[in-house]
């Protein structure tokens, strides 16, 4: 399916045991050179994962420490959003 799609970006948020692990592999490996925003807010698995990307210091840490994360999402999708793709 990420094939098909062409995905420019990974977004995890909460997950629980193996299968948020999986997709974050998943996703580094086929995503590569592509932003992966892990927002550990609402905890969870994807709480542990470390943002992979070019991405603004001060998102980069919004997102390991923000509990408002709608606006550290909206934040994220607007960086992506300027990516040419």
Do not use: N, W
Request: charge should be positive.
């Amino acid at each position: 399916m990420l094939h098909e799609v062409k995905p420019v970006a990974a977004f995890f948020v909460g997950g629980m045991q193996e299968g948020i692990t999986l997709e974050y592999v998943l996703a580094r490996y086929l995503l590569p050179g592509s932003p992966i925003f892990c927002i550990a807010g609402p905890g969870g698995d994807a709480a542990g994962f470390s943002s992979v990307g070019d991405l603004p210091k001060s998102l980069a840490e919004s997102l390991r420490t923000s509990r408002l994360y709608p606006a550290v999402v909206d934040a994220s999708l607007r960086l992506v959003a300027k990516r040419p793709g």
